[in-house]
Structure formats: C-alpha cells, structure tokens
C-alpha cells in the first residue's frame, strides 16, 4: 500500500511494484484524508509496518520551543 500527495506519482509507483500494490493519495495534515487511509488498509485486516516519511523542514529550533502549528505543519 501506497500513500502520498500526488497521485499521479502514486500511480506511476504502483505501476513498478506490480499487481499487489494499492495507491491511496493522502495528505497527512488532513485529518479525514488519514482516516480514509486508515479505512482502505482495512482490506488488508491489518497493518503490519508503517513508515511515516511525511514532513518539511520547519525551524530551526528547540523541540520544547516549536508551536503546535508550527508542528503539525
């Protein structure tokens, strides 16, 4: 299974890994676009290893001195 942004990279992605793949475009700052990844991988009965590979660069600081806006970004 598949998640990412931009669909037509999905696709193209899917395409090389072969029959057994399914592309979900998500976008993990959405809330409902999580949940209906979550909801596609119920076909599967379970989720078995999860990679988050999702974020940008924020700034440069502290942990304890980052936002929660500025973390959730």
Known sequence: MLAGRR???LRE???LAGDNT???PTDV???ESVRSLFAAADRFGRI???VNNAGIFGP???V???T???WQR
């Open 68 to 70: 929660p806006e500025q």
């Open 60 to 62: 440069a600081l502290p």
């Open 13 to 15: 992605t899917g395409r």
């Open 48 to 50: 078995d290893v999860l």
């Open 22 to 24: 399914l592309a979900v």
């Open 29 to 31: 700052t959405e809330p």
């Open 7 to 9: 669909a037509e990279a």
């Open 64 to 66: 304890e001195d980052i």
